[in-house]
Each structure stands twice: as structure tokens, then as C-alpha cells.
Nanobody, 119 residues
Framework: QVQLVESGGGLVQAGGSLRLSCAASIGTFSTYPMGWFRQAPGKEREFVAAVNWSGRSPTYADSVKGRFTISRDNAKNTVYLQMNSLIPEDTAVYYC????????????WGQGTQVTVSS
């Protein structure tokens, strides 16, 4: 059974930083592409960042490029999202996601962690 558990959310002032973690209990973690998504109040869930099984070639939404960094530690079955230079528009519930390979849908989701950026 797949389980993804996010942590690290909280309240931070604009310009500050947070690091989110996602601990995965999932088949062979090192083979799964992993991603982060977010959903702000009244908005649809949107893509934030993703990383392939090796940790190379990360992809980012334009809105977070240069400020957020996704990484993974396959030895710890954990994926991270380092968020710097946070702005109020980054306020959302952040979700960790996994999929079996690059061609599959994101079909495993965590429960989410709240990030609130005050101005």
C-alpha cells in the first residue's frame, strides 16, 4: 500500500524559506518519479515541481523557477521541496505525488501540508 506523508509546512513571512519533506512508503521508491503540487483556496490544484527517479532533470512551474528546488534522497525514501523567496501567492496546501513512470498519471497523493506566506 502506498503512503505519502508531507511535513514542513507552516507560517512564514514574505521573503522567507521553508523546506517541505515527503516520506514515502511505496514499492521501490527509487523507480518512481515524484512531484509536488499545490492548491490555493478557490483554485484548482496546480503543478509545482517534479523529479525523475534519479533526481536529475527536475521540472518546475514558471511561477516557482529560480525560487524552489526539488530533490530526493532514495536512501531515505524522501522527496524535498526547498522554497526560498516566498511570496503571499505561494500560500496553498502543498501535496506530494508519485507515479509509476513518466507516462503514467499521478496516481498516489499525500494528505497535504499547509503553507501560509504573510505579507
Amino acid at each position: 500500500q502506498v503512503q505519502l506523508v508531507e511535513s514542513g509546512g507552516g507560517l512564514v513571512q514574505a521573503g522567507g524559506s521553508l523546506r517541505l519533506s515527503c516520506a514515502a512508503s511505496i514499492g521501490t521508491f527509487s523507480t518512481y518519479p515524484m512531484g509536488w503540487f499545490r492548491q490555493a483556496p478557490g483554485k484548482e490544484r496546480e503543478f509545482v515541481a517534479a523529479v525523475n527517479w534519479s533526481g536529475r532533470s527536475p521540472t518546475y512551474a514558471d511561477s516557482v523557477k529560480g525560487r524552489f528546488t526539488i530533490s530526493r534522497d532514495n536512501a531515505k525514501n524522501t522527496v524535498y521541496l526547498q522554497m526560498n523567496s516566498l511570496i503571499p501567492e505561494d500560500t496553498a496546501v502543498y501535496y506530494c505525488a508519485a507515479r509509476k513512470n513518466e507516462l503514467e498519471h499521478w496516481d498516489h497523493w499525500g494528505q497535504g501540508t499547509q503553507v501560509t506566506v504573510s505579507s
